[in-house]
């Protein structure tokens, strides 16, 4: 995977007008309907995100406070980070490392913040592409749960025979 290169998005080639247009056609197409001013306002929140690509994905990054509108706990408005990520292939995407990767490179003191990705109640459920939402939680937030220690193993192809029995710890697509 090939570092990531800031850019600018797609819809910046487009006129607003034409954005609000596009956007209200993209939300009819799950059944729902945006008023001119709903669409309006979506343009205008994806337009302050910051967009990253490289050689397999596309990231939107929304930084602190452009976050505030999914945030519900005050603690968490203006210091939480929003990673909206594609493959450009728009294939799935499920290499845990990768989006590791992309949170710790795109994400002030990424390495040192958590991040999680949420399964919510079907009431809440967003789903309208292959596309994946990582919500990077404040510097020094401990979400009280996991492992403890940090263990890697970068040899992802080790086998162990015991007993006539194979194991193997190798990980793939």
């Known amino acids: 995977m090939n570092k990531f290169q800031l850019v600018k998005s797609n819809m910046d080639m487009l006129s607003f007008k034409d954005r609000i247009k596009f956007v209200q056609k993209l939300v009819g197409g799950s059944g729902h309907q945006l008023t001119h001013q709903q669409a309006k306002k979506l343009v205008n929140e994806l337009s302050r995100s910051k967009v990253y690509e490289n050689d397999v994905y596309c990231v939107h990054h929304y930084q602190k406070k452009e976050t505030d509108n999914y945030i519900w ?76 220690a940090r263990v890697v193993q970068d040899d992802y192809q080790s086998n162990i025979k015991m007993n006539g029995i194979e194991f193997t710890t190798k990980q793939g697509e």
Do not use: C
């Open 73 to 148: 706990n005050e603690s968490f408005r203006g210091h939480m980070d929003y990673l909206s990520i594609k493959r450009i292939d728009k294939k799935p995407a499920r290499s845990w490392t990768d989006f590791q990767i992309i949170k710790n490179e795109l994400i002030n003191d990424g390495q040192d913040r958590y991040a999680v990705e949420i399964y919510p109640p079907e009431y809440r459920l967003v789903n309208t592409a292959n596309q994946y939402h990582l919500w990077v939680l404040p510097l020094g937030f401990d979400i009280g749960f996991g492992f403890k």
